[in-house]
């Protein structure tokens, strides 16, 4: 049998760490985004019940159940393998009272890999390898996201309704939110509700016919819109083009109208825009009074932020979060990347001069959250962060994160001739944003530089 231990302080008390570990959401927020596994349910944590999650350890999908025991509340609680891919694992989670106000978190492991001594021979490395990534972005996870939420306790815990919540950033956003003590509602059709990952009640809408259960959201203290079609799925044909507008713009008018209409409207709409409203800038700095750019991104953007004009008009406070490209392995341009800069194909797009405003998808949770909770912030906001680069300086970064070469360039002609019009506006041009009104609304990046940003997602 093998141990693997961690300990790290954390700024809060053992019983606030505690408590922060049995909410909802914890589990993801946990789970490194490089990981393939899904929690099926949960029974909470309390003596006797259990948790269920899928994975996939290569090309094979396993399920893993752990039963909850030995819980000491606002001390320790324990996770024991019934079945899964270990002979053995029996996780101890540790929270000791440290100095003033802060504690001690020990995650300790026993486990033994299958099949006895040849998986040990085969499989010990780099089983210890990958506890070691994992533990290691799990407490990075539970100090930063514990030190935003200790910085905001002023603001009571707020009941936040969320559309767009089973995409990339909304998935990650809603167990953020209840892991700092939120209740959060999610928009949903009735006809496809979200499996959730944290839970979560949901309000039934479907922008497409223009209904949505506005009683529902009485009493909401904030609404956060992140939902639309990707917009990088394919060829901007006419119709993918209608897509992409209607999936913004007309779910975004139904909530702003619907808000409006309220007895009891929420305090604060944030809505997702980009910095596509831009446009090619190429090195001209963008802020938040810098006009839109001519093209279909830039129309579709500007088109989009109009949509929450009613909200606005009804005297609701309207944050229109100009997002940056977003990284994380598990989905947007970072997760296409992946694969080719792993097999050493990776390499600059068109010139490789085009500027690239991004922003960690970590900080961009955050940065929805102190939009809601910040009142000085209203109307456009560049969410990106200050370390803008190069897609050369991008491309060499990326390499050195992964230890691959980066000698296969992409070029212009050959982006034009693959993507058509969504190559053109989105891989080769370029907008360099300036996030100094978040910066100065009292908003501390955790990863305001590429390299650190890199490391943290993909656990290098």
Known sequence: ?????????????????????????????????????????????????????????????????????????????????????????????SMQPNSAGASLLTDYVEYSPPLGFFGRLVAGRFVRRQLERTFAYRHEVTVKDLAFHTAHLESSPMKI?????????????????????????????????????????????????????????????????????????????????????????????????????????????????????????????????????PRFISELCQAWEDATAPAADAGIRVVNLRIGVVLSPKGGALKKMLLPFKLGAGGVVGSGKQPWSWIALDDLVRTILHCVQTESLSGPVNGTAPGVISNREFTRTLGKVLRRPTIFPMPAFVVKAAFGEMGEELMLAGTRCDSSRLVNSGFEFAYPTLEPALRHLLGR
């Open 1 to 93: 049998m093998s141990e693997f231990q961690k300990s790290s302080e954390m700024p809060v008390s053992a019983e606030q760490l505690f408590d922060w570990h049995c909410r909802p959401g914890a589990f993801e927020r946990l789970t490194p985004p490089w990981e393939s596994v899904d929690l099926i349910s949960t029974d909470g944590v309390a003596d006797g019940s259990l948790a269920r999650l899928r994975m996939k350890v290569g090309p094979v999908h396993r399920t893993w159940v752990a039963r909850h025991s030995d819980i000491e509340p606002g001390r320790q609680f324990v996770d024991t393998q019934i079945s899964g891919p270990f002979s053995k694992w029996v996780h101890t989670h």
């Open 161 to 293: 309704a969320v559309g767009g919540s089973t995409g990339l950033v909304g998935s990650a956003l809603v167990p953020f939110l209840t892991t700092g003590g939120h209740e959060v509602l999610t928009l949903a059709r009735a006809n496809s509700r979200s499996r959730g990952t944290a839970d979560s009640s949901s309000v039934d809408w479907n922008p497409a016919e223009g209904t949505i259960d506005a009683a529902s959201l009485e009493g909401c203290d904030a609404v956060i819109h992140l939902g639309g079609h990707n917009i990088a799925h394919g060829r901007w044909t006419e119709g993918m083009k209608r897509l992409l507008k209607d999936s913004r713009v007309e779910s975004t008018g139904l909530l702003a109208r619907t808000l409006a209409g309220m007895s009891n409207p929420p305090k604060v709409f944030v809505c997702a825009s980009a910095i596509g409203f831009y446009g090619d800038r190429g090195d001209e700095v963008m802020t938040e009074a810098s006009p839109p750019g």
